[in-house]
T-cell receptor
Framework: DSGVTQTPKHLITATGQRVTLRCSPR?????VYWYQQSLDQGLQFLIH???????AKGNILERFSAQQFPDLHSELNLSSLELGDSALYFC?????????????FGPGTRLLVL | GNSVTQMEGPVTLSEEAFLTINCTYT??????LFWYVQYPGEGLQLLLK?????DKGSNKGFEATYRKETTSFHLEKGSVQVSDSAVYFC????????????FGAGTRLAVHP
């Protein structure tokens, strides 16, 4: 158990809908990262928050947004969903922002868009 | 740009066989290198890491050495078990990359009794 929790575990929805994925980092970690794992793209970095502020954006679509709240949990919002958004979404956390730090991953949310 | 290349799988081995999964990288500066493992239906777990050249990371019988001269970080284990069956990901971060992990495509390992 990494100490990172994600809810829900599974999500099934329809095209055009909006969903929210939630992540709670390990106790004491200030950084939260979101990654997408799909069969065609592999594991791709989406976005990084540190202590409530956005630090870096990766291959995140404009239809996707995220935030980190004062209690450090984070939410990833996916809107106008398309079939191609079906994937595993992982959250990871680390203590700070150093490139040598280990990122600890949650169990993921599996999203299926029908 | 920065990237990681892993050997394609699947890799199929008998129990107690020697394992090597090749990983090479392209990066500016001095990246940190990681191996993560993903067991079926689970998230990614850190297996080992190395943060500077010639460092050796090791855990649970697995090891990998950060070789700057060959830009490689090959994963090895002397004797694999059925329970090692999983997907293994090589990854890097670097100080100019905002700490995002850049992953290889993953290598599936299947170990048979």
């Amino acid at each position: 158990d990494s100490g990172v929790t994600q809810t829900p575990k599974h999500l099934i929805t329809a095209t055009g809908q909006r969903v929210t994925l939630r992540c709670s980092p390990r106790s004491g970690d200030l950084s939260v990262y979101w990654y997408q794992q799909s069969l065609d793209q592999g594991l791709q970095f989406l976005i990084h928050y540190y202590n409530g502020e956005e630090r870096a954006k990766g291959n995140i679509l404009e239809r996707f947004s995220a935030q980190q709240f004062p209690d450090l949990h984070s939410e990833l919002n996916l809107s106008s969903l398309e079939l191609g958004d079906s994937a595993l979404y992982f959250c990871a956390s680390s203590a700070g922002t150093g490139s040598q730090e280990t990122q600890y991953f949650g169990p993921g949310t599996r999203l299926l868009v029908l | 740009g920065n990237s990681v290349t892993q050997m394609e799988g699947p890799v199929t081995l008998s129990e107690e066989a020697f394992l090597t999964i090749n990983c090479t990288y392209t990066a500016t500066g001095y990246p940190s290198l990681f191996w993560y493992v993903q067991y079926p239906g689970e998230g990614l777990q850190l297996l080992l890491k190395a943060t500077k050249a010639d460092d050796k990371g090791s855990n649970k019988g697995f090891e990998a050495t950060y070789r700057k001269e060959t830009t490689s970080f090959h994963l090895e284990k002397g004797s694999v078990q059925v329970s090692d069956s999983a997907v293994y990901f090589c990854a890097l971060t670097h100080s100019g990359g905002y700490n995002k992990l850049i992953f290889g495509a993953g290598t599936r390992l299947a170990v048979h009794p």
